[in-house]
């Protein structure tokens, strides 16, 4: 009879334990998984986060240095600001995981976007994410977006930043970031075009800047230098997330996918995506061979665009294109404007940017004639003036000989900015003047 009841009450308590166990959440059961004091005292969540070891001196120092690479980042004016995407990005966010982190991790989560033309995504202790217009106009749907939040969402949900923590490197963050800003800000008064068109509003050269702000040795010391595990630990946990949730069950493996050929293509050049930092070489096998997730590689399909997608990131797939025409990667700008134009939103910008893009890679009567008809789209469409379409107009009639079309063109932009005693006025007189010396 005692056997017997033995037996009830640890059986009991095993159901009791297991019940508890599938009333978590799923981020607060990952949690759970990864801490050995869960094992330890029979699944009692209250009592695993009292046991744990939270290091708030540790967290402390990681985010007074994440607080300072913010402000570094914002002074540097490389934050794009869009109110309506980074609502967008809240939403998903709260889809993911809607419940706070517990109070000892002091995670409050947001995000923010930077300017960078390289695809890039992390997040710091703090629960602050960052991506980057390169991210995000590399991703082609939602689903995809979705797989990359969560896989940050493991991260921070496992303290990977804080484990990661390595006290050395990250004494020196502040003074390092501090020397990365003064790089950059050297670098854009080197790369600075005045005020022409590429620098009105803008940017333009943090695109080439961001390899120090975005270096493997300052993200390593802020906790982002993850190691192969635990990057793999973080994408095995997005794609239970994706799957528990009835998302696409390819979007992460085809993110992936993505910046092997996005790393392929860029290889050797500022764009090259750091090996530390991304381990690509095996992450989509990773994913892709683990039998429990049942993938199959016919569902790897890198064609499928998300018009609704690409109308929300329709003005960043515009600034991460601008990123890469102000840097002469013409070529690459392209898809990014087309997908901007295809979808429910666009402006005269992007077209003016479509036909300066195709003005360096296009030559002949035909793709001439074309551009013209898409700068007559860039002026209707405009949403605030846009007086550079007069200038490419001028060089593409002139391309045609057609001088006296050219000559009007240059005489409407010298007009606009007749009282501002810019770079853009005395080149457009001086084209004038020769002009009207060949044409009289």
């Known amino acids: 009879m005692k ?76 934050f ?40 890039e995504t992390f997040s ?3 629960g602050t994410i960052i991506t980057s217009t ?11 977006l979705m797989a990359i939040l969560a896989r940050e969402i493991a991260h921070l949900t496992l303290d990977h930043n804080v484990k990661t923590y390595t006290a050395t490197q990250t004494k020196k963050t502040i003074s390092a970031i501090i020397g990365a800003s003064v790089y950059v800000a050297s670098t854009a ?23 120090e702000l975005l270096s493997y040795g300052i993200l390593s010391a802020l906790g982002v230098g993850y190691n192969r595990s635990r990057i ?21 493996a085809q993110v992936i996918r993505r910046l092997q050929f996005f790393e392929a293509q860029s290889r050797g050049t500022i764009n ?12 989509f096998e990773n994913i892709l061979n683990k039998k429990k997730y049942h993938l199959k590689p016919t569902g790897i399909k890198m064609t499928i665009l998300d018009k609704d997608y690409d109308t929300y990131i329709s003005d960043c797939l515009k600034t991460n294109a601008k990123l890469l025409v102000a840097n002469e990667y013409y070529t690459e ?42 700068l007559d789209k860039a002026e209707n469409n405009a949403v605030a003036d846009l007086p550079w379409v007069w200038s490419e107009r001028a060089l593409i009639h002139l391309r045609l000989n057609e001088k006296k079309k050219a000559l009007d063109a240059l005489i409407r932009y010298e007009e606009y900015f007749a009282q501002e005693q810019s770079e853009n006025m005395f080149w457009a007189r001086r084209m004038i003047a020769k002009l009207n010396k060949v044409t009289n």
């Open 134 to 144: 390169g991210m995000l106009s590399l991703l082609q749907s939602e689903d995809e």
């Open 80 to 119: 794009y600001i869009d109110p309506e995407l980074e609502d967008y990005l809240y939403q998903l966010i709260n889809q993911i995981h809607p419940k706070d982190f517990p109070a000892q991790q002091k995670i409050n989560l947001n995000i923010k976007v930077i300017k960078s033309a390289i695809p």
């Open 232 to 252: 793999y630990e973080a994408d095995e946990i997005a794609q239970e997330w994706m799957m528990k949730n009835n998302r696409n069950v390819h979007a992460l």
């Open 272 to 283: 090259e995506l750091s090996e530390n930092r991304f381990f690509l070489k095996n992450r």
């Open 3 to 78: 056997t017997k009841l033995t037996l009830i009450v640890l059986l009991l308590v095993c159901f009791n334990g297991m019940a508890n166990k599938s009333n978590y959440s799923f981020w607060t059961q990952k949690w759970m998984d990864q801490e050995s004091s869960y094992e330890a005292d029979s699944g009692d969540y209250y009592t695993a986060l009292s046991n744990h070891s939270w290091n708030y001196k540790n967290r402390k120092i990681l985010h007074d240095a994440a607080q300072e690479y913010l402000i570094q980042l914002e002074q540097q004016n490389a």
């Open 124 to 126: 710091f202790a703090n």
């Open 333 to 374: 700008a392209l898809p990014l404007l087309n997908r901007s134009i295809q979808s429910h939103w666009t402006e005269g910008e992007t077209y003016l940017l479509k036909a300066v893009a195709l003005r360096h890679t296009n030559y002949s009567e035909e793709d001439n004639q074309n551009i013209l008809t898409i």
């Open 189 to 211: 008064n080197r790369l600075d075009k005045g005020d022409s068109y590429w620098e009105a509003d803008y940017l333009g050269s943090f695109m080439g800047a961001s390899s």
